[in-house]
């Protein structure tokens, strides 16, 4: 018998009764229903008569759309629905800042992979048959792929307002400084994936209003519900989205991927359709990292202080403009690194070419500007004679000095305290005698026994700005609930904020474990039933998110002591909640407060605001444009194979400082993370792209970090307060990912004297073949 | 067609299978059991590990008729009972190797059949065993924390066991 319902088909609210408020590490609701296979993540929905989704996408970076014939495939047996341009039923047009980007292609494709029709079938192979069967008549053309002809406004214009997206200058002191010594490098990042394990994927359910609910994984859910309800062509509350079980982000889901098609066909057909990306259809079905070339010149002293920082920095944005706009903004506000300059000029562009799309991606901006800067110091410390981490504590940022956009640092920056103690932690043993050649260069493939291997060292640090910068309204709503459930008494806590991975739902229930005195916590499925949440990113949703819930605890528990001292006939002044109990100034119990809450009901709705920020200015990028700035710093430990160019990591440390750790065990699993998807750009991971086309789009080409590629990590975490954020905390997912990259490549200069100004590093730019 | 095997324990049947559908797939969208996860489907990313006839497979590569009249056990079936987790689940939880939790179930069968093959497996054996399953978020220190303590703890029972005794 064929039985289908499962625990893991449905989004469930998570609770859980455990003690553990900020500070701790207790264990993750969803923990025990993902290590029983029983979380229902986006591509595991199930609905009683669905059908499944799928995407034409074009073979072409760029072409004109002649002609579409759909006749055949809307002939197939178990085919209900064909669909294209003509039949989106609202505003064909949608993107995160700019609205550039159609749903369906309407007379011309941008990008290999951009969608031009879709299938719904009831079998999800039919579906990709049926795709096939359209005819697509495409007038190629040639592409626009190279980023620095498209700043300079070579080739033809792929949008109405020409193919630069975004051009920003920041300019500090003196333009035309001159100093002793001077370094002038030229660097290139490849195209980085988010390649996030659960696909692209959900379901939509077509609902009786006319209106639709989608269940999907992604980074925000009311940019999307904004976004899918424009190009439905209904009213946001018509468009419900409720998230599913994502299998992490990255960046890579802040824009739209199968959310609009899954709506139209759902509304097509009248049933709930699911669709899943596949793997390979997930690289062409996501933005990337922006690929970057970059040109840098950095004079100092001969003493070794930094005199001046220019650079230009080109970031391609491929088709579609997505956060490009953004992503510059970082790369020229933190291109000069955590340093203490005077004269800045950074000038950046953000294009349009006829590659990928790119836009977020972890580290977003400041990871490209880092392996640029960060390199460039270890060259200057060399031409000066200097050790590259005195030379960078020498010059390294503090409270109370200016970023080049006139910016003031007003909390805590220990970037030379980073550098300290990540350079203090006790280096591994030398390789000695007869070693395991699992801990080489090479593994099991048994490429060499240590002859020809050479270890080097190397360090990297790094600046991100944690939240939404340049005056965006950046905030996050919580909505909570007090009662007494069972005798007992029980929060809800009900955000619309993503959790994808990173843990926020332990930390939303530690805030109100902390602030309420209550063990029982229910999360809330995430949807927009409630306040906009924001994104889950820039590091920010413990930030702005945790902010929200610590609010809406504030107000509730005013509101319950206000009912406790009613009722015990004292005043409200010096009582507060802890343990369960209503307890005065002195810590002693007065009541329980479950007695005080009786059947009442407490509930509050509350939004959290960062302090405001502001667009810099045009002519020299002056401006308060960031909320708080983050630091990490790597040192890393690198075997070489001089002979064949391979690298093992041997090991990877860490500093950073995190203001406050809510959740310790979190915090750590962020820099664990962060740091090896650093490792991967430095080493193996780039989307190989020619004339606009991806090469390796799988798993088998595409390589991430395995557990074999990922060496031991001591992590010193710093805890100095922000006292602008709440309870002092610092966002923490972006910055290790910023500064492993170049302390890698740092290590693998130190072991080979390769000069190494691309990323990954490649076996033939080690061998010099 | 129709496929017949047993699935944790239970024989289950699957109608209508296409013959071009993975075990992965009849496991998902046929047998309710959507635990074994889909990330890449070519044999790459190891999240769709089960054991079949005792052996982990990625179960993407293997054809649903391939899988007829033979034993198949997934995450679901790790665990003894409603309420119990099996003890590599439960060092999953308890050290913070569960991140985004899409590659845990993969990781999981791998894991307990390296500790079922070898009891307390080195770090380098570790390595070597689970670096068929990939994992995004976690940059595996936790990964290898939580099988180190499964390894210890099944240790321990073991060790408490009487053949030990004198």
Redesign the interface.
């Known amino acids: 018998?064929?039985?289908?319902?499962?625990p893991?088909?449905r989004v469930r609210e998570l609770t859980t009764a455990v003690s553990g408020g900020i500070g701790e590490?207790p264990?993750?609701p969803?923990?025990?229903l993902?290590?029983?296979?029983?979380?229902?993540?986006s591509?595991?929905l199930?609905h009683e008569d669905m059908l499944w989704g799928a995407t034409l996408r074009s073979p072409h970076p760029y072409a004109r759309i002649l002609a579409v014939d759909i006749t055949e495939a809307v002939r197939m047996p178990g085919v209900y629905a064909v669909m294209t341009h003509e039949d989106v039923p609202g505003a064909n047009i949608y993107g995160l800042e700019h609205a550039d980007q159609p749903v369906l292609a309407v007379d011309v494709v941008r990008y290999q992979g951009e969608p031009v029709a879709l299938v719904a079938a009831d079998?999800p192979?039919t579906a990709q048959r049926a795709a096939k069967r359209i005819r697509v008549e495409y007038e190629v053309l040639d592409p626009v792929t190279d980023m620095v002809a498209a700043a300079k406004g070579e080739g033809p214009a792929l949008h109405p307002d020409g193919n630069v997206v975004r051009y920003l200058r920041i300019r500090k002191g003196e333009v035309e400084a001159t100093a002793d010594v001077m370094v002038v490098g030229e660097y290139e990042v490849g195209m980085q994936d988010?390649?996030?394990?659960?696909?692209e994927s959900g379901l939509a359910v077509p609902a009786e209003d006319g209106g639709v609910d989608l269940y999907v994984a992604t980074q925000w859910l009311h940019v999307d519900q904004r976004q899918v309800a424009h190009a439905l062509g209904l009213p946001l509350e018509k468009v419900r989205l409720t998230l599913a079980?994502?299998?992490?982000?990255?960046g890579g889901r802040e824009d739209l991927s199968m959310q609009v098609h899954a709506c139209m066909l759902a509304l097509r057909t009248g049933r709930p359709v699911k669709m899943?990306y596949?793997?390979e259809e997930s690289f062409f079905g996501h933005v990337h990292r922006h690929p970057a070339k970059i040109y840098y010149e950095h004079g100092a002293t001969r003493d070794g202080d930094l005199v001046y920082v220019r650079a230009k920095i080109y970031l391609d944005g491929g088709a579609y403009a997505s956060s490009t706009p953004a992503v510059v903004a970082n790369a020229a506000t933190l291109g000069a690194g955590p340093y203490k300059v005077d004269n800045v000029a950074i000038d950046c562009w953000g294009v349009y070419t006829n590659n990928p799309p790119c836009g977020a991606m972890r580290g977003f901006g400041a990871v490209q500007a880092a392996f640029g800067y960060e390199s460039q110091m270890d060259r200057l410390a060399e031409r000066l004679g200097m050790d590259p981490v005195e030379f960078r504590m020498r010059n390294a940022i503090a409270e109370g000095d200016t970023m080049p956009t006139g910016q003031r640092i007003d909390s805590p920056a220990p970037v030379a305290e980073l550098l300290r103690r990540v350079r203090d932690l006790p280096l591994p043993p030398e390789r000695r005698g007869r070693v395991?050649i699992?801990?080489l260069p090479g593994g099991?493939s048994n490429t060499t026994h240590g002859e020809g291997v050479v270890r080097g060292v190397g360090y990297g640090v790094g600046i991100k700005n944690i939240c939404f910068s340049e005056g965006f309204d950046d905030y996050s709503t919580a909505r909570l609930r007090l009662q007494v459930i069972g005798g007992e008494p029980t929060a809800m806590i009900h955000t619309a904020a993503a959790e994808?991975?990173?843990?926020l739902v332990t930390v939303k229930q530690q805030i109100v474990r902390t602030e309420l005195g209550v063990e029982r916590v229910t999360v809330h499925p995430m949807d927009t039933s409630v306040g906009n949440g924001g994104s889950t990113s820039a590091s920010r949703q413990t930030y702005v998110t945790g902010g929200a819930v610590r609010k809406a605890c504030h107000t509730v528990r005013d509101r319950v002591l206000r009912m406790a001292a009613h009722r015990l006939g004292v005043p409200q002044e010096g009582l507060s909640l802890a343990g369960g109990k209503v307890v005065d100034a002195r810590g002693a119990a007065l009541a329980d407060l479950a007695e005080v809450l009786g059947e009442e009901v407490v509930e509050a709705t509350e939004e959290y605001r960062h302090r405001p920020t502001y667009r810099v200015d045009a002519e020299r990028g002056q401006g308060d444009a960031h909320v708080q700035y983050g630091f990490a710093a790597h040192r890393a430990v690198v075997d070489v194979d001089v002979e064949l160019g391979l690298v093992r990591v041997v090991q990877l440390d860490c500093a950073q400082d995190v203001g406050r750790a809510i959740n310790p065990?979190?915090v750590?699993?962020q820099?664990?993370?962060?740091?090896?998807?650093g490792l991967g750009l430095a080493v193996m991971e780039e989307i190989q792209v020619v004339g606009g086309k991806v090469r390796n789009p799988?798993?088998?080409d595409y390589l991430?970090?395995?557990?074999?590629d990922?060496p031991?990590?001591t992590v010193d975490v710093l805890e100095l307060a922000d006292p602008h954020a709440p309870y002092g905390l610092r966002g923490v997912g972006e910055p290790p990912t910023i500064s492993s990259t170049p302390a890698i490549v740092a290590a693998i200069r130190a072991a080979t004297g390769r000069a190494l100004h691309r990323v990954p590093v490649r076996p033939e730019h080690i061998t010099g073949t | 067609m129709r496929v017949t095997f047993t699935v944790n324990g239970e024989r289950r049947e699957a109608d209508d299978v296409w013959e071009g559908e993975s075990l992965l797939y009849v496991l998902r969208e046929r047998l309710g059991l959507p635990g074994s996860k889909n990330a890449c489907e070519q044999g790459e990313c190891g999240s769709c590990t089960v054991y079949l006839d005792g052996v982990p497979v990625c179960s993407c590569l293997v054809a649903a008729g391939q899988a007829q009249d033979r034993e198949v056990r997934t995450v679901e079936g790790l665990a003894e009972g409603e309420d119990r987790l099996d003890p590599v689940q439960e060092a999953f939880v308890e050290a913070g190797a569960v991140q985004c939790g899409f590659c845990t179930p993969g990781l999981l069968v791998a894991a307990h059949d390296l500790i079922a093959r070898t009891g307390q497996p080195s770090d380098a054996e570790i390595r070597e065993a689970l670096a068929g399953n990939l994992c995004r978020c976690t940059g595996y220190e936790k990964i290898m924390e939580a099988v180190r303590l499964a390894a210890a703890r099944r240790a321990e029972t073991r060790g408490g066991s009487p053949e030990v005794g004198p």
């Open positions: 018998m064929t039985q289908r319902t499962s893991g088909h590490s264990v993750r969803d923990g025990t993902k290590v029983r296979g029983e979380f229902a993540y591509s595991d199930w079998h192979e988010q390649a996030f394990l659960g696909p079980g994502v299998g992490g982000a990255f899943v596949n793997r395991d699992r801990e099991v994808v991975g990173q843990g065990q979190a750590l699993g820099i664990h993370g962060g740091s090896a998807q799988s798993f088998t991430i970090p395995t557990i074999l990922m031991p990590m």
